[in-house]
């Protein structure tokens, strides 16, 4: 949470890492799929990625990485939990959304949708999370468990999703500058454009 230990994924299973911010060093990750997504512990002591295949790779020290059974083949793009690492939510092609409650036993929970997933934020405790993808797909769930499809009022594909620590504010981004935002405590299950730029916006962050 300081910004010293940061880990980034990429093609090929590449994956590296910095303990100051500014020197970067490889790690063997043992795969050679691609990986889309990274997510650490709050004291970075564990660290997860996700990737093609259904690839789910685990680290306990920040270094040593070992596979994870995901149960799927589908590529998983987008992997969010809780500060302690104890609750872990994956999210991918067809729908999938994956969930750990221990950090290592990997089960399906349903989407409701056939849609690829993008992108998935959880909120600080994970009671409240929420998902973008294909054709301006976006889902809640306020139980980390069962999920309600959102009025997002765009079809364009969303590619990332985030918010406020509490969960009752969000925003989603994606193609042809799309900013999406929505809020539960004024307007539930109701999302209004907000904004939009030049180009399609692929990231976001608070």
Do not use: C
Request: proline residues 2%.
């Amino acid at each position: 949470s300081d910004g010293k230990s940061l880990w980034a994924v990429g093609k090929g299973g590449t994956i590296v890492h910095t303990t100051d911010g500014e020197a970067w060093k490889p790690q063997t990750s043992g795969t050679r799929q691609d990986l889309d997504s990274v997510f650490g512990t709050s004291d970075g002591k564990s660290v997860w990625a996700v990737g093609q295949g259904g690839t789910i790779l685990h680290a306990t020290d920040g270094e040593t990485w070992k596979p994870q059974a995901s149960g799927t083949r589908q590529p998983l793009m987008s992997l969010f939990g809780t500060g302690d690492g104890k609750s872990l939510w994956a999210v991918g092609y067809g729908g999938t959304i994956l969930h750990t409650a221990d950090g290592e036993t990997w089960k399906p929970q349903n989407s409701g949708t056939g849609q690829n997933l993008e992108a998935v934020f959880a909120s600080s405790d994970g009671k409240s999370l929420w998902a973008a993808g294909d054709g301006g797909t976006i889902l809640r769930s306020s139980d980390g468990e069962h999920w309600s499809k959102q009025i997002s009022r765009t079809s364009r594909q969303l590619f990332s999703v985030f918010g406020s620590n509490d969960g009752k504010s969000v925003w989603a981004v994606g193609g042809a500058g799309t900013i999406v935002y929505g809020t539960t405590t004024s307007v539930p299950e109701l999302f209004a454009s907000e904004a939009s730029v030049s180009g399609d916006a692929l990231q976001l962050t608070l």
